[in-house]
Every structure is written in C-alpha cells, then in structure tokens.
C-alpha cells in the first residue's frame, strides 16, 4: 500500500532539546511538505521541497530545519529557537504540478514540557 | 497576511439540507483551488478542486464554484450527512507547487 508514514505519533521533549520528526513516503512523489497546525488555525507552511537536495523555506521556517537527502524522505527538526513548538505536524507530498495529489501522513504530535 | 481566509469557523446544518463552506482568497496568480477534510488528530483527506479555468466543479454531493472575479470560491453539499461533519480547510497552489490554506471550517451535520 503507497502512502506516508509518520513517526511518532505522540512525542514529548523537554525544553531546550531539539527533537527530529520523521517522514516516508513510497508514492515516489517529487514534492514534499511540512505543516504545523495549531488549534483553531489553519495549516501553516515550514519548509517544502521539490526535489532531492533541494528545499525552500515557507512562512514559518525560523526555528525548523529540514533535509532531503533520498526522494522519499523529508525529516523534519525541531530546534531549540523555535520559541513554541507544541503544537501538531503534518507531512505531505504531491507530484509536481498537480495539486491533487497532495497526500498527508497522519501527524505527529509534538509536545513541549 | 493571510492570502486565503474562511471567515467562518463553524457552521451547523440540519442532515439532509444544503451546506454552504466560503473561502476568499487574495492572490489572483493562484492557478488551483482544492478543499480537504480534516478530522482530529488525523491528517486532511482531499475531497474536490477546481482549476482557475473553470467556475464549477462537481463530485457526487460535492460541488465546488470558484468566482474569480471575486476571489471567491464555496464548497457546496448537498444532502448534508452526520458523516460529513469535520473540519474542512480551504487551499490554493500557486505554479511553485506552493500550498496556501484558510484557517478552517468546522462542520456539524446534525441528524
């Protein structure tokens, strides 16, 4: 079965940590994205990339950084300077230019104690 | 600032009456327009779209208009079910392949 796959599911880090979140995908899909979703808003864009070895910052990018060494990894870290970082992450992952093949992974939620 | 909005964040309709979803956008280079269902702690599902080329798009119950003129597009179901009720979040794509989405709309379909 193709799809995304997210791990954890649930993750806890202590403040000050910086902390990795992984993503998968076997769709063989050029585009990867990462999302953060706070209550009560919209999906808002951190980093995405097109391409292996290549990835552009979206609106929220300070704090985050990203790598996108094989096509269908797209790993996700949590840095110490992002200044709130509880809060739910989506992966997702389309074709190029055809946008309705985005396809998201189930999330992980991140947690700041 | 925000290139797409759904101003409203909950709408409650009656099963088997119409429900009506908006979404204003502000960028007139936007060249797609999709809609997603989201339930909690899970990841949006796609649910319809629409090319700035054309003014309506249907799927089965779901019907989606785009007016461009206005920037201005809704999501239209009809009859509403109580398995229709969920967040449904607004997007746009730009020809970067770039994803702008609205703050959501929260559904509840009463039966």
């Known amino acids: 079965d193709g799809g995304i796959t997210q791990s954890p599911k649930y993750l806890f880090r202590k403040e000050g940590q910086n902390v990795t979140l992984s993503c998968e995908q076997n769709?063989?899909?050029?585009?990867m994205y990462w999302y953060r979703q706070d209550p009560g808003q919209g999906l808002r864009l951190i980093y995405y990339?097109?391409?292996?070895?290549?990835?552009q910052k979206g609106d929220i990018a300070e704090g985050y950084s990203v790598s996108r060494e094989k096509k269908e990894s797209f790993p996700l870290t949590v840095t110490s300077a992002q200044k709130n970082p509880t809060a739910f992450y989506l992966c997702?992952?389309?074709?190029?230019?055809?946008?309705?093949?985005?396809?998201f992974g189930p999330g992980t939620r991140l947690t700041v104690l | 600032d925000q290139q797409v909005k759904q101003n409203s964040p909950s709408l409650s309709v009656q099963e088997g009456r119409i429900s009506i979803l908006n979404c204003d956008y502000t960028?007139?280079?936007?060249?797609?327009f999709l809609w997603y269902k989201k339930y909690p702690a899970e990841g949006p599902t796609f649910l319809i779209s629409?090319?700035?080329?054309?003014d309506k798009n249907e799927d089965g119950r779901f019907t989606v208009f785009l007016n461009k003129s206005a920037k201005h597009l809704s999501l239209h179901i009809v009859p509403s079910q109580p398995g229709d009720s969920a967040v449904y979040f607004c997007?746009?794509?730009?020809?970067?392949?770039?994803?702008?989405f609205g703050s959501g709309t929260k559904l509840n379909v009463k039966p």
């Open positions: 997702a992952s389309s074709k190029l230019a055809e946008p309705d093949t985005q396809y």
């Open positions: 769709l063989n899909h050029d585009a």
């Open positions: 990339s097109q391409i292996v070895n290549d990835f």
């Open positions: 960028n007139s280079m936007f060249d797609y």
């Open positions: 629409i090319s700035s080329i054309k």
């Open positions: 997007a746009a794509c730009d020809n970067f392949n770039k994803f702008y």
